[in-house]
């Protein structure tokens, strides 16, 4: 089995900071892209940030210059730096994994449990 489990979130006031952490356990041979999805109250869920097992970036445009996402490899942790944080970045934050179990051929997908970020002063 493999878990996602998630830490991090919390209020914070417009302007502030957070960081959220993915940590990744279980059976895992090998985690290729990394990533970070959030939804909002009504709404869609959408990619925030990406990271591949070389270190390649991508990140939706309204959270560019704002939030950073980078991984610790020998952890099977996924990070995502906040700052600068605006009440639109209210949401549900999920991690999400390519994860290649041992035993396996193809790696899946796994999905954290969410965390909540609410930005409000």
């Known amino acids: 089995q493999v878990q996602l489990v998630e830490s991090g979130g919390g209020l914070v006031q417009p302007g502030g900071s957070l960081r959220l952490s993915c940590a990744a356990s279980?059976?895992?041979?090998?985690?290729?892209?990394m990533g970070w999805y959030r939804q909002a109250s009504g709404k869609e869920r959408e990619l925030v940030a990406t990271i591949t097992s070389g270190g390649s970036t991508n990140y939706v445009d309204s959270v560019k210059g704002r939030f950073t996402i980078s991984r610790d490899n020998a952890k099977n942790t996924v990070y995502l730096q906040m700052n600068s944080l605006k009440p639109e970045d209210t949401a549900v934050y999920y991690c999400?994994?390519?994860?290649?179990?041992?035993?396996?051929?193809?790696?899946?997908?796994?999905w954290g449990q969410g965390t909540q970020v609410t930005v409000s002063s």
């Open positions: 999400n994994c390519e994860i290649l179990r041992r035993g396996y051929y193809r790696a899946r997908d796994y």
């Open positions: 279980g059976s895992i041979f090998s985690i290729n892209a």
